[in-house]
């Protein structure tokens, strides 16, 4: 946890993967964080992969219940009123300018998601 590689790879999970508004990056970084404490390691290991799904399952649905909603776009309109194009450069300017970066936009959700792979991860330690 924590590599720069890791890092380095959820570089475009920003705007729902790609600026797309697809499921949120914020949850798909959760659950590849707790993926990385529960994952299998070889793809074979189809025990180890069914209780990944269900870590993943629980970071899902916890996170559906406190925002209300998965999909980036989906989440826009229930915090902004309205579906921000975020690959579209003026609308990503408008986003912005509507409080998409404020402490009540994207980083709170940010910080829900991290509050809840962080629990879930304690909670895994006993």
């Known amino acids: 946890m924590g590599s720069a590689e890791v890092f380095k790879a959820g570089s475009a999970l920003a705007g729902g993967v ?33 209780k990944a799904m269900e870590e993943a399952g ?6 559906d219940k406190e925002v209300g909603q998965t999909l980036c776009a989906e989440i826009h309109k229930k915090r902004f009123g309205k579906v921000y194009h975020l690959n579209v450069p003026e609308e990503r300017t408008a986003f912005h300018d509507a409080g998409g970066h404020s402490k009540t936009g994207c980083p709170q959700v940010c910080g829900i998601a991290a509050r809840i792979a962080a629990e879930i991860l304690l909670d895994k330690r006993g």
């Open 58 to 63: 629980r970071v899902y649905d916890r996170f």
């Open 18 to 50: 790609a600026r797309r508004g697809e499921t949120c990056g914020a949850l798909t970084g959760a659950i590849m964080a707790v993926c990385c404490v529960v994952g299998r390691e070889r793809l074979e290991d189809r025990e180890q992969y069914g």
